[in-house]
C-alpha cells in the first residue's frame, strides 16, 4: 500500500442480508474510505452473494454464538448492530419448545434477541479499543415496559431490543457506551406487505378501512427503511457518540396516512380506530396480533417513542450542518406500486 492512501475504515454491518442492514452496507461502500464486512449465517445465500460481488466482505458469523462475533469484529472501527425479533417469533421449531416450556411464542422470541442482544455487546466489548469515538451504533425500539409505567408488560420485541440498547451495555460496559448511538426505527413504510388487510381492507363500495388500535390524531414516526436506515445510520456516523434518535422521513397521524393514500391513488380511504380486541381478532395469527396490538395501542399513550421527546431527527442532524437524505411518506406512496392493494377482491 503506498503512503498516500490511507488504510480504510472498517465497519461491521450485522443483518447485512436484511432491510436495515444491507441499506447501511450500500451506503457506507459509497465511501471508499470504508472497508464493509457484513455479517450472515450463510455466505452462500444468493443474497450474500449479490453483496460479495458489490465488495462487501462477505462473513460467516451467527448471533446465538458469542464466539463467531469476537472473531469477526476484530479491528472493526464501527459496529452497526441490529437483531430479529421476527425469526424465533414464526419458527415452527421454536413454537413447539416455547409450547413445551409453557411460555408464549412471544415470550420465546422476547429470550432468544435479548441474548443476541448481550452477546454483541459482549463481544463488542472485547474490541471497544479499536472502534472509533462513535463507532457503537445501534438499530432499538423504546422501553413499553418502562415508558409505559408497567402498563405494556408484553411489548416483547421492544424491550427485548431496549433492555440491552442502552441498558445492558451502560450496566456492564462504560468505555462501550460511551462510544454507542442508539437509533430507534419509525415504522416501516413495507410494512403494509406483512398485514395488507389490517392497513388496507377492501369494503364492498370499493373504499378501504385501515384499523388499528391506534388514536386517529396520534403521530408516530414511519422509515422507508430500504432507502434511509444508511442515510441515517451514515450521518449518525458523523455525530457526536452518546445520542440517542428517531429515524424516520415523516411523523404522522394513521388518518393523515390515510388521507395521504387516498390523495395519491384517487380512492376513498379512512383511518377507523379499532379496540385492541377486535384488532387480535381479524389478525390471522393470534399471537401476531397481540404483539402488533400492543405496539399499535402502546404508540397512543406513552408513544412509540416511549413519549422520549428528545431523540434526535433527521432534521436536527442536518441543523448540525451534516447531510441527512430521507424518504418523505407521501414520496414512498408515490413510488411504491399498489396495484396488489387496490385489485384485490
Ligand atoms: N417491520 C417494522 O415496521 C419494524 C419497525 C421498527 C423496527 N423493526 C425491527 O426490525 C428488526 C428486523 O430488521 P430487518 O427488517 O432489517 O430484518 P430482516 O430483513 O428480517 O433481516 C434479518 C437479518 O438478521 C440476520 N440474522 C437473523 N438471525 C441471525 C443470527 N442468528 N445470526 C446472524 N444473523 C442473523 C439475517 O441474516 P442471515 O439470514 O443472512 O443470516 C438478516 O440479515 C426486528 O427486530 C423488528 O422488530 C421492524
Known sequence: ?????????????????????????????????????????DPSSSKAQELAAQGIEVVQANLDEVST????????????????????FWRSDCRQKAAERGISCRQYAYEIELQQGK???????????????NGFIVSTLSHAQKSS???????????????????YVANN????????????????????????????????????WMTFPTAPHVTVPHLDVNADMGNFVYAVSKMPPGRSYMAEGTTCSWTEYMRLWSEVNSVP??????????????????????EAGDMLAYSTNPGYDGGDKSLLKASDIRQAGIDCPMTSLEQFMKKENWLNVLQKT
Open 1 to 41: 500500500m503506498s503512503h498516500s492512501m490511507p488504510q480504510k475504515k472498517v465497519i461491521c454491518v450485522i443483518g447485512v442480508t436484511g432491510n436495515q442492514g444491507s441499506s447501511v452496507a450500500q451506503r457506507f461502500i459509497q465511501d471508499p474510505t470504508y472497508h464493509v464486512r457484513g455479517l450472515t449465517r
Open 69 to 88: 462475533l469476537q472473531v469477526v469484529f476484530a479491528g472493526a472501527n464501527i459496529i452497526f448492530s441490529v437483531t430479529n425479533y421476527w425469526e424465533p
Open 119 to 133: 452477546n454483541i455487546a459482549d463481544a463488542a466489548a472485547q474490541h471497544v479499543d479499536s472502534l472509533e469515538d
Open 149 to 167: 409505567r408497567g402498563e405494556y408488560r408484553e411489548l416483547y420485541h421492544f424491550d427485548a431490543k431496549a433492555d440491552v440498547f442502552p441498558d
Open 173 to 208: 460496559y462504560p468505555n462501550l457506551a460511551g462510544k454507542m448511538s442508539c437509533v430507534q426505527t419509525g415504522y416501516f413504510m413495507s410494512s403494509y406487505k406483512l398485514i395488507p388487510d389490517a392497513y388496507f381492507k377492501k369494503t364492498n363500495d370499493g373504499s378501504f
Open 269 to 290: 380511504a379512512v383511518y377507523r380506530q379499532a379496540s385492541l380486541e377486535e384488532f387480535v381478532l381479524g389478525s390471522p395469527d393470534a399471537e401476531f396480533g397481540r
